[in-house]
């Protein structure tokens, strides 16, 4: 019974080292590897390898990308020379006045916070 338990034990040592241990096979002793984009061959395989497509698609992105920026994605503008009538001379010159109104308030609140601060910090060190 013991000498059986002993046989088990060793034979189920050997076969996990053995399944374990790596296997050694012909194609890891190949000296020259074979690409799949070496083995490109024929019209109809080469025109649909994955390079091309990808090739292509950087393509028409960059031509999408100079018309955008570059031709105002194909808008054609013109000039005119018309004068601006009396109504959009008011509310530029209404909105103009409303922007000016706002820096000055921005320009005076900023003034008025550094004064605060000149004002705390000259209290507290007297």
Known sequence: MVRERLNMTIIATVLTAC??????????DATELRQPRNNVKGGSVSSRRPGLTITESQAVHIERQNNALKLFGGAVYTATDEE??????????????????????????????QLAKLLATTTTTS
Do not use: K, Y
Request: no cysteine; net charge negative.
């Open 84 to 113: 601006p009538g009396l109504g959009e001379t008011m509310r530029l010159a209404t909105a103009q006045a409303v922007m000016d109104l706002l820096n000055d308030l921005a320009d005076q609140l900023l003034q008025a916070i």
């Open 19 to 28: 399944l374990l241990s790596p296997s050694f096979t012909l194609a890891q």
